[in-house]
């Protein structure tokens, strides 16, 4: 058991403190060279440093190749390669605004070293009954997945902190079912996901110091996905990000068709006179889970977020039954 | 409003749980042995058709659930 609480341990420092350090200086050098962006959400000119992926992916490469040296996982390869990669197309597209498919036709490529690897595989495990083996439709899910949850955290990144913060809540859900069902090396390889979030949001949440940007929000989420896939809980990782994944549904089945944010006419949510968010009327916005927060009352920006965490903390309740349940058949 | 919302993932989470059931019960058992080397393509082809179909039966349904959860709150 020691040999895989030393390495635990030091990816996590290494993880935390590599994001809670490198932070603040690159907030300083993206404020020099005029990489801010306003925050829509302030009612004074509040301009924010923008994106904070670099020191994300930076925490994630350095403590993911510590974990290697340790294990010398095909696996902790795969989950290398395909979040530098997701984080290099999240930042393609902070420095220029991309298409609607951009996204996600590139992070289907960058899934794909996990096919290669062989890092996966190819049996779906379902809670009570069991698994079955779907091979060739799992090299499909495969290539679905990263761009489905490196999407689905970035639709979410729309208040300050709240990505961040529900990445923490998610990624630590994930760790904890990964130790439950005795997955313990992919357990440890999950963990940097958590910690990274976790200093992050010192910086994130509100008032918001820096934003993650696309490259920052596609770096968790695509590392998200590559543990679902690599540890074998694609079904508990799915549960776990269940709000996030109520978001993207409600933005789709309103919008009827895939699109930038920033492509949308109307404003799903407004400002009151004392700057509370308040959802709009407007027919041609979409429904997103913020607007349905909003829809009974006004609320501040830092109760809508909290809002948001109490929502994911209850998927993540549902994701440990279900890890539970995984070891029950009917 | 919250209450909706939590009811809504829970729904979510109930229908996860049904849906795996069904694929296992019916993909699971699923095989083609009748055309050689070529079988487990055409077993692959089949199990993916169901499963997407079952997906799409899955947006349905959920669908009409959240027009049903948040049937007042959906005026916009």
């Known amino acids: ?37 306003k925050d829509m959400n302030k009612k004074e000119d509040v301009m924010v440093a923008r994106p904070g992926g670099i020191s994300i992916i930076f925490a994630i490469i350095v403590s993911e190749i510590v974990l290697y040296g340790f294990f010398q996982l095909n696996e902790i390869l795969a989950l290398i390669i395909t979040t530098t990669a997701a984080f290099l197309i999240g930042y393609v597209d902070d420095r220029k605004v991309m298409g609607g498919w951009f996204k996600p036709a590139t992070l289907a490529i960058a899934a794909l070293p996990i096919i290669f690897l062989g890092a996966y595989d190819s049996d779906l495990t379902f809670p009570l009954f069991g698994d079955v083996q779907i091979p060739l439709l799992y090299l499909g899910l495969i290539i679905f997945m990263i761009p489905i949850t490196g999407n689905t955290i970035n639709s979410i ?24 069902l005795q997955n313990y090396e992919i357990a440890i390889v ?26 920052g929000a596609l770096t968790f989420g695509a590392m998200y996905g590559v543990i679902a896939i690599i540890g074998g809980v694609e079904i508990i990782a799915a549960i776990a990000l269940l709000p996030a994944v109520i978001n993207s549904f409600l933005f789709l089945s309103s919008v009827k068709r895939v699109v930038e944010h920033r492509q949308i006419k109307g404003k799903p949510v407004e400002h009151t006179d004392d700057f509370k968010l308040k959802a709009t009327n407007e027919k041609t916005a979409p429904v997103t889970l913020v607007r349905l927060i909003l829809a009974g009352s006004p609320l501040t920006e830092k109760q809508v977020g909290f809002v948001i965490f109490k929502l994911a903390i209850f998927s993540g309740i549902l994701a440990i039954i279900t890890a539970f349940m995984m070891g029950v058949s009917l | 409003m919250k209450t909706g919302l939590y009811g809504f993932l829970f729904a979510m989470w109930g229908l996860i749980i049904i849906g795996g059931g069904i694929m296992v019960v019916l993909l699971g058992p699923f ?17 993916v058709t169901i499963a997407l179909v079952l997906v799409v039966i899955w947006i349905l349904i959920l669908s009409k659930l959240k027009n049903y959860i948040f049937k007042k709150e959906l005026k916009f």
Do not use: R
Not at chain 1, 13 to 22: D, E, G, K, M, N
Not at chain 2, 31 to 47: A, M
């Open chain 1, 1 to 37: 058991m020691i040999e895989l609480i030393i390495p635990a341990i030091i990816s996590c420092i290494l993880a935390f403190s590599v994001v809670y350090f490198t932070t603040p200086p690159l907030i300083k050098i993206l404020v020099k060279k005029n990489y801010t962006v």
């Open chain 1, 157 to 180: 990144d729309v208040l300050n902190g709240v990505a961040s913060g529900f990445m923490v809540i998610a990624s630590f859900t994930l760790s904890i079912c990964l130790f439950i």
């Open chain 1, 190 to 215: 999950s963990l940097p996901l958590g910690f990274v979030s976790l200093a992050f949001y010192k910086y994130h949440k509100i008032p918001s110091k820096i934003f993650p940007g696309d490259s």
């Open chain 2, 31 to 47: 095989s083609i042995q009748q055309y050689g080397n070529f079988h487990w393509i055409i077993t692959s082809g089949i199990k």
